[in-house]
């Protein structure tokens, strides 16, 4: 946890709400988020109860499970669910647009959106994760069959959730990690992870303060839990009374459809109270204006959604169970570009997140108080445009001559530290030599050199091109990594007759 961060906690402990930690929202919001309340039944490996699915807050379907120990229901539900989700995910699939490649000499073509799924917490994610990974490999035909949407919507599921492990990415969003991303509660990252209780900080009921709301959120009769857990009271109280109602009934078909109706009472009234704050939370969101770079990355979600689109669409075979060894180190090596990047870009569109690096050392905000916007370096090969400029900054300033700064006001220039003098009054005058995006000629494009009197931020967080790692072609992989993979044309294990035995887990 950063100073800063712990600081805003403790002010909101101290003034009974929430505190912002940022300016802007930093992830992208769909006019038409898909939101899903799933709810798990206790004690079974990640055995699907029930599930509040829905694109806006009056469109709320309840899928249930009656018997969730039982695998053909559960399978049924799966199929309920991707009734609901695949419509979903096809509504993004009418209009493309080109996309310039090769500097312009080429075009691609993206679909102009993509969808976004919204769940409660990170173990929704899990759940869906799970679900995906249980589903993906099952087919329509042979020995357990199932519909054949079933095996699809695995598929799909299983690239939101390894979407939602990708830094930045916006396709599949807890709202406790939105919501703690902006705004910092006086109570423990762990209890943040409660949706009523955080959103008790946030925006606390009139009348109380955001610890008095937690509180009240910490009891499962007035505000269930968020999913997919169920609480246990109910589990004992009301649920298994309903399920052995259910079982009870056998082949009646009126007892069995009042069985039924009573469970879909229950759960509905278990999961109505998630699913208000999940929109809810979407409101509080939409409060805040997005980042100047949340497009960007939600780029990276469309062209993303159309891959796996076309994918699909090319009769590919389903994500491997497993990674090999060079596909792992090269995914690994992509989220960590990724990371690098998102955090560059968060405090490059956000003050606040940026007075963090400031407080590390890591930037530093200054004024301009002399401008040389017309030198030229003479003493190459060819004179080239080299601006310098003096600032005057009361904050320290920790890294060394000769070092290589940006501002997030010009990005893409570059500011090298060429004297650091100590000032009065525990100042420090900065003089940097200016680099790049002014023109191509002798004289500095108007805007491109900061003037006098400007007030700038300088870091040493880059925005640059991050180039890929090298790594060995599968069929290279050393044997102690496990040798050349089993070739396959579409590089994916095909389904075999043990499927069905593996665990729903």
């Known amino acids: 946890m950063s100073t800063l961060r712990a600081l805003a906690r403790a002010q909101a402990l101290a003034a009974g709400v929430a505190q912002p930690v940022a300016t802007v929202r930093h992830l992208h919001l769909s006019e038409r988020p898909l939101v899903v309340v799933p709810l798990a039944m206790a004690g079974e490996a990640n055995a699907p109860l029930a599930a509040l699915v829905g694109a806006a807050p009056d469109e709320a379907r309840l899928l249930i499970v009656p018997q969730p120990r039982n695998r ?67 087919r329509p035909d042979g020995d357990y069959p199932v519909h054949p949407s079933v095996p699809l919507l695995g598929r799909w599921l299983t690239f939101f959730t390894e979407r939602a492990e990708h830094p930045g990415s916006s396709a599949l969003v807890a709202m406790t990690d939105a919501l703690s991303l902006h705004w910092a509660t006086g109570q423990s990252v762990v209890e943040d992870l409660h949706l009523p209780a955080l959103l008790g900080w946030i925006d606390p009921p009139a009348g109380m303060t955001g610890a008095q709301a937690a509180a009240r959120a910490e009891d499962p009769t007035v505000c269930p839990p968020a999913g997919p857990a169920t609480d246990p009271e109910f589990d004992n109280r009301v649920l298994a009374p309903a399920v052995a109602a259910y079982a009870d009934a056998g082949d009646d078909p009126v007892a069995r459809g009042a069985a039924y109706a009573e469970l879909e009472r229950v759960l509905r009234d278990q999961l109505a109270p998630t699913w208000e704050l999940m929109w809810r939370g979407v409101g509080l969101l939409r409060t805040l204006p997005p980042g100047a770079r949340v497009a960007g990355r939600w780029d990276g979600d469309k062209d993303a959604f159309t891959g796996h689109a ?130 191509r000629g002798l004289t500095a494009a108007p805007g491109s050199v900061p003037e006098v009197g400007e007030r700038l931020c300088y870091t040493t967080l880059s925005e640059a091109f991050l180039p890929a790692g090298a790594f060995p072609t599968p069929e290279e992989t050393p044997w102690t990594h496990g040798g050349p993979p089993p070739t396959r044309a579409d590089d994916a294990p095909a389904p075999s007759d043990a499927d069905p035995a593996e665990d729903w887990a």
């Not at 691609?108 to 409660?120: G, K, N, T």
């Open 72 to 138: 053909d229901q559960r399978f049924r539900f799966a199929a309920e669910l991707a009734a609901t989700v695949l419509p979903y995910l096809d509504e993004f699939r009418d209009v493309t647009e080109a996309v310039p490649i090769d500097r312009g000499r080429d075009v691609r073509h993206r679909y102009v959106d993509a969808p976004q799924l919204l769940v409660p917490n990170p173990a929704g994610i899990t759940f869906l994760r799970l679900l995906g990974r249980s589903t993906r490999f099952r």
């Open 310 to 439: 076309e994918h699909v669409d090319a009769g590919g075979g389903p994500q491997p169970r497993r990674d090999g060894a060079v596909v792992a180190a090269q995914r690994l090596h992509r989220l960590e570009r990724a990371l690098t990047t998102y955090a560059v870009q968060r405090a490059y569109d956000d003050p606040l997140v940026m007075a963090e690096h400031r407080l590390t050392g890591e930037a530093f905000v200054g004024d301009v108080t002399l401008a040389d916007p017309k030198r030229v370096d003479d003493t190459g090969k060819r004179p080239v445009l080299r601006p310098r400029i003096q600032l005057v900054t009361t904050e320290p300033v920790l890294v060394p001559v000769g070092t290589t700064l940006h501002s997030p006001a010009r990005p893409t220039q570059k500011a090298r530290v060429v004297f650091l003098t100590p000032a009065a009054d525990g100042k420090t005058e900065v003089v940097l030599e200016l680099s790049g995006a002014m023109g």
